[in-house]
């Protein structure tokens, strides 16, 4: 009997022991299972996530309309070594005010492969002794009016864009003298019109063995193939070298030099040959950190330029086979500055 009387109340002590503790354990166990399950607690706050969120998708996916609005003013209007805005005697430069309207759109943002970027430009151009130029040509200051429709590429495996451009050249003043051209019949009074491809290489790959690290290009080589259709049939070729320069200690700030050689096919002068070369030097600051402009409102900059322009021995003295182009090229040096605003992309 004692023994019965000493293990019954040890069993039933045990017994409540045992039930007690069972409710406390799966709790216990519930909370460490709970704990596991639970998603870890974010270090930042909602809104700070959020936001980098948004500024992710942005720079993913960038507007893909751009819009540029770029003002020059340069000592003279140069192009492919004919300078348009020099009479004899000029003596101190008269201001020539360009100014260049363009629109782009990237292609890629249709979601249907990359297939480049489609752009518009106007280019507009002012000379302020216009009239004494020519008084047969009349007399309005405003002297060519430009339009530019083009596509442009990047051929990634060779590291090379490609544009493909069309270009509608209006010469306000010079109806009457184009009129006069019997012998070609012209009937386009002052406009003419271009295509032209243009192929611009990045070069890192040449130097690896001199610059390991770098991708960015050395030289850029780039060659330009025009051919006039209307009032100057001919081909106009251009083979170029460049390198943009960054300033220890001065930010933002683009220096760069640049050459071009040229040769023309009957553009100017009767035959193929050798034209000239340019040299320039192209300096580019942007201002937008210091205007403290938002994103939204774009990027501001201003740049100057200083060209040179040296014809070759043909240029210099071959007839010119084209009516209003009749005098000899010379050497030709001009410069200007120039204001930019450009917004999306």
Known sequence: MW??????????VLAACSVSTAPAADAAAKTEAGAAAAPA??????????????????????????????????????????????????????P??????????????????????????????????????????????????????????????IKTDVTLSYLFYNYLNLGYLLRQDAEKGNNNDNRSQEYNIKFEHNDAWMWKWLLPDNEDGVLNPSFLFAQDIAELPGVWLEWGVKHDFTIPGIDNLTITPSWKLAA??????????????EWALNTNYDLTPI???PKWAGTVSIGGE??????FGQMRHAPSPNHFIEYEQRDEIWGGMTVNWSWGG
């Open 3 to 12: 023994l019965a009387e000493k293990i019954i109340p040890a069993v039933m």
């Open 41 to 94: 607690q974010p270090s930042e706050p909602i809104a700070t996530r959020t936001e980098a969120k948004q500024e992710q998708k942005t720079e993913e996916e960038a507007f893909p309309l751009s819009i540029s609005l770029t003002y020059a003013l340069y000592s003279d209007y140069v192009f492919r070594g004919a300078n348009f805005s020099e009479y004899p005697g000029e003596g101190r430069e008269k």
């Open 96 to 157: 020539n005010h360009q100014l260049t309207v363009s629109l782009s759109y990237d292609l890629s943002s249709l979601k249907q492969g990359d297939w480049g970027t489609i752009g518009f430009d106007t280019w507009v151009e002012w000379y302020a002794a216009r009239k004494k130029l020519n008084s047969e040509e009349g007399g309005q200051n405003c002297q060519e009016v430009d339009y530019t429709i083009w596509w442009k590429h990047a051929i990634e495996p």
């Open 264 to 277: 023309q096919g009957s553009y100017y002068r009767h035959g193929f040959f050798l034209a000239g070369n």
């Open 291 to 293: 205007l403290k402009l």
């Open 306 to 311: 200083i060209h040179y322009w040296q014809p």
